[in-house]
């Protein structure tokens, strides 16, 4: 069993910026892929942005390619998700996501998610 807790969320205006961390337990850092998806209000889970065992490997939303960026300390079992040049489109709730054998995309293939932490973007 793996446990996420994510931090970091709140409220910032229009080209702000965040940074979202995850820290995980329960089972060896190094061997879970991460994941980020959001949630906006009133819509479908989406994906945001993976990253792979060793931090060499990561995937972005076309929406969030060149904002953010994904990067991991296996030594802290924490993933983060720096968030630059925030748009409203980005209020969601964000969610961290792991599994050993996950598919960046697919959310169907994470294992252990977090409770998920609120950004909201004002215009």
């Known amino acids: 069993q793996v446990r996420l807790v994510e931090s970091g969320g709140g409220l910032v205006q229009t080209g702000g910026s965040l940074r979202l961390s995850c820290v995980a337990s329960g089972r060896p850092f190094r061997w879970l892929k991460l994941g980020w998806f959001r949630q906006p209000p009133g819509k479908e889970r989406e994906f945001v942005a993976a990253i792979g065992w060793s931090g060499d490997s990561t995937d972005y939303a076309d929406s969030v390619k060149g904002r953010f960026t994904n990067s991991r300390d296996n030594g802290k079992n924490t993933v983060f998700l720096q968030m630059n040049s925030l748009k409203p489109e980005d209020t969601a709730a964000y969610y961290c996501?792991?599994?050993?054998?996950?598919?960046?995309?697919?959310?169907?293939?994470?294992?252990?998610w977090g409770q998920g932490t609120q950004v909201t973007v004002s215009s």
């Open positions: 996501a792991a599994g050993p054998l996950a598919v960046p995309a697919d959310p169907e293939t994470y294992d252990y």
